[in-house]
């Protein structure tokens, strides 16, 4: 069974910085997709970052420049560097698994992340 662990979270004024951690166990595909998604009260969940097994990674507009995904497969864990922190930031932040062979999609259980002086 896989299970997806996010820590990092906290209070940060803005400008400032974190770094999320997301610890993957259980049996994971070689071939898969990692990736953070964000949802602040009252709003849908919206992606954020993703990474490929490979490294190829992809960001929303919205934090591009500013925020860093990365993993380290020995590990089996992504991160998510996030720099010059905005108040709109300010959300639970999920990681986020899918596996190709089968197709299969898994959630951390999120992390806080508010960004208020």
């Known amino acids: 069974q896989v299970q997806l662990v996010e820590s990092g979270g906290d209070l940060v004024q803005p400008g400032g910085s974190l770094r999320l951690s997301c610890a993957a166990s259980?049996?994971?595909?070689?071939?898969?997709?990692m990736g953070w998604f964000r949802q602040a009260p009252g709003n849908q969940r919206d992606f954020v970052a993703s990474?490929?097994?490979?490294?190829?990674?992809n960001y929303a507009d919205s934090v591009k420049g500013r925020f860093t995904i990365s993993r380290d497969n020995a590990k089996s864990t992504v991160y998510l560097q996030m720099n010059n922190l905005k108040p709109e930031d300010t959300a639970v932040y999920y990681c986020h698994l899918h596996t190709i062979i089968p197709s299969k999609h898994y959630w951390g259980q999120g992390t806080q992340v508010t960004v208020s002086s």
């Open positions: 990474i490929t097994s490979g490294g190829s990674t």
């Open positions: 259980g049996s994971i595909s070689s071939i898969h997709l």
